[in-house]
């Protein structure tokens, strides 16, 4: 019984990983950036969502849609100013930026609402729980899978039905090929860094009512997302997702175990799943043509 | 402006006897600083020493040899802890253990370099990432390094205690003359690794492994030396580090002690020792001297914190360096990808061909 109520909170906490993960994977399949300020901007965004509900008291779902209407024109926004002027960049040189970015977001975020630790409310309490036979189960950990869920079928019918979506994964295959086509491959690259940022807002949400609000809150489940992300392959969205179910399950079980070594679980099998699968577990491992 | 024609023009330290002259007049300036700076701007430049070794050692793996890492606190956390361990613990003079705290580095840095033989870009990355947390927790963990409360460094004693011979360093300018001697040495030893077989070696598997694996650069050996050698500049840095501090505890070993370290390199130019150092010292001057005190700066300052008043929270202004820095690394990546190195270059081409373009 104890078991699987350690699995259960294990996928919800792994739904969070995944829905962050898919957020990382959007960019890094159309564009291969690497974004590791996905936490910062999601901070930054529930930063958004908390002063509209403290300062402005707007009802939940208003700031909701709000937050999410800014993060999609901050996803713009960085891809504007940070990735688009950058020609021919290497794989290093877009690491560092996306860190730049996270850093002035990070100094942004703290200059604004300074250190103190902050709690976010949301409807999906984490208190509020369900008794099915024994097992508890939070409306937190519900609307996070349900969140997920949703997300993950919205993206696929995106990517499957609409001419945009047929465009963005075109962009993964053949930039060069794809702009011959007709399709603007720039506005791709943009909206891939919009939805990403709409989807990782959504996650920090998920992840900030847990803990608490502070500026530094979101770089150790980054870390972990971007461990889960490479668990799943990097390159597919029910990968990465079902890489950060497993993560969190793992970590969960490991952590009832032995608590103290909860932190670094994550980090220990993704060295390990890497040096036997380069790639990812669920990625197809490509042998470079010389 | 790099191109060489002859191997002698490779190996030769100065193209021009001018050049010599330069640095030998700036390295007897170097030994007069503790004239013009004293206390506090001593302690930053103690550190910046100590980052300037760290850099070099971290330019040799990324901008030499081409690999990633954000995991350079994990070595640095290493070197520090040997040290302390092993000068308490064991009584080893001065010189022994700081040799050995590098070499334990090195250890590690060969175990790193063992997955990047089949692990390359973004998950490299999360490999070297996963090594610096891993290393942070342990520490913080075990008793043996006195878990989240730190570790106290001992008396800095340069002799030989077992032979008698005891001189313990307590002032930040004796402290200054040793690092700086230190940090020399090391310069010059990177400087020389690259102009030999093993540096050019690593410049070869950066521009295309395959390539040189054909050419007869065994990878294995060749890739876990560069994380080897890295590690142990790292853990002489760290070595040093807990000195200046005189104090070490697990959290100043975090993440983003990787990144600056990358910042560093970055700003200063990949590929390029001098410029290793410039970047070394403008960033922890940047950030613990100049945006520490954003506050106290002339005009800037009150215009600030008028501006913090209003709109954002004057505890947060603080954080300003975290922006500054932000901004520094998508500019200099964005218009000048070379570093402050490609902006000296740049220069001496224009001084050399003028007035030709």
Same mark, same amino acid.
């Given at each position: ?43 930054? %965004?529930? #930063? ?12 939940? #779902? ?21 990735? *688009? ?32 630790? $902050? ?8 208190? *509020? ?8 189960? %939070? ?20 990517? =499957? ?13 053949? =930039? ?59 390159? %597919? ?18 952590? #009832? ?31 470079? *043509?010389? | ?290 945006? $520490? ?62 007035? #030709? $373009?």
């Amino acid at each position: 019984m104890i078991i699987a109520q350690l699995i259960l909170e294990g996928l919800a906490t792994g739904a969070c990983y995944g829905l962050l993960g898919i957020a990382v994977v959007i960019i890094y399949k159309t564009s291969e950036v690497v974004n590791f300020g996905q936490g910062e901007m999601g901070m930054f %965004s529930s #930063f958004i969502i908390y002063h509209l509900l403290v300062n402005y008291n707007v009802p939940f #779902f208003q700031a909701l849609l709000i937050t999410l209407a800014l993060s999609f024109f901050m996803g713009i926004l960085i891809e504007f100013l940070f990735l *688009k002027p950058v020609k021919n960049a290497h794989l290093l040189d877009t690491i560092v930026l996306t860190l730049g970015a996270d850093m002035l977001i990070l100094g942004l975020a703290s200059w604004k609402w300074s250190y103190e630790q $902050k709690q976010l409310n949301i409807p999906w309490s984490y208190e *509020k729980i369900h008794d099915f036979q024994g097992i508890v189960i %939070s409306d937190w950990a519900i609307a996070i899978i349900t969140t997920s869920i949703v997300s993950m079928v919205f993206l696929y019918l995106f990517f =499957k039905y609409t001419k945009f979506g047929i465009a963005m994964r075109a962009t993964q295959q053949n =930039k060069f090929a794809t702009k011959l086509m007709g399709a603007n491959v720039e506005r791709v690259f943009s909206a891939a860094w919009a939805f990403s940022s709409v989807i990782g807002a959504l996650a920090a949400m998920f992840f900030i009512t847990r803990s608490t609000l502070d500026p530094a809150c979101m770089m150790e489940p980054f870390l972990k997302t971007f461990a889960a992300a490479v668990l799943g392959g990097l390159m %597919s969205i029910p990968g990465v997702f079902i890489g950060g179910l497993m993560l969190g399950v793992i970590e969960n079980l490991f952590g #009832f175990v032995w608590p103290a070594w909860k932190p670094i679980v994550a980090f220990v099998v993704i060295v390990i799943v890497l040096c036997l699968r380069p790639s990812g577990l669920f990625a197809k491992h490509y042998i470079r *043509k010389v | 402006m790099e191109m060489k024609r002859e191997y002698y023009e490779d190996i030769q330290y100065f193209k021009k006897k001018w050049v010599m002259v330069v640095a030998a007049v700036f390295i007897l300036l170097l030994f007069t600083i503790p004239i013009y700076f004293t206390g506090y701007s001593l302690f930053i430049l103690n550190l910046i020493m100590v980052y300037v070794i760290v850099a070099v050692g971290l330019n040799i793996l990324v901008g030499y040899t081409g690999q990633i890492s954000i995991g350079h606190a994990g070595f640095f956390a290493v070197g520090a802890y040997a040290m302390i361990l092993l000068m308490t613990l064991l009584h080893m003079p001065f010189i022994l253990a700081l040799v050995l705290s590098g070499f334990i580095s090195a250890f590690f840095g060969f175990l790193l370099g063992l997955p990047s033989l089949r692990v390359k870009g973004p998950y490299l990355a999360i490999v070297t990432l996963g090594f610096g947390m891993t290393i942070m927790h342990i520490i913080g963990q075990a008793n043996l390094f006195g878990g989240r409360l730190g570790l106290q460094a001992p008396p800095l004693d340069v002799g030989v205690t077992q032979l008698g011979l005891s001189w313990v360093l307590t002032t930040d300018v004796q402290k200054f003359y040793l690092i700086l001697i230190i940090t020399i040495i090391m310069v010059v030893a990177a400087r020389n690794i690259m102009k030999t077989r093993i540096g050019r070696a690593f410049v070869a598997i950066r521009d295309d492994d395959i390539a040189a694996e054909v050419n007869g650069v065994d990878l294995l050996i060749y890739k876990t030396l560069s994380f080897a050698i890295s590690a142990f500049y790292a853990g002489v840095g760290g070595g040093l580090f807990s000195f200046v501090l005189s104090f070490v505890e697990p959290f100043q070993f975090n993440v983003l002690l990787s990144i600056i370290f990358l910042v560093m390199i970055i700003v200063g130019g990949l590929g390029s020792i001098v410029g290793s150092i410039v970047g070394a010292v403008l960033i922890t001057f940047l950030q613990y001297s100049l945006l $520490k005190n954003v506050r106290e700066l002339p005009v800037l300052g009150d215009w600030l914190v008028a501006i913090s008043q209003k709109w954002f929270t004057v505890i947060g202004l603080e954080n300003f360096n975290s922006m500054i820095l932000g901004i520094i690394i998508a500019l200099i990546i964005i218009f000048e990808p070379k570093g402050i190195n490609g902006i000296w270059l740049r220069f001496k081409k224009y001084c050399l061909t003028w007035p #030709f $373009k």
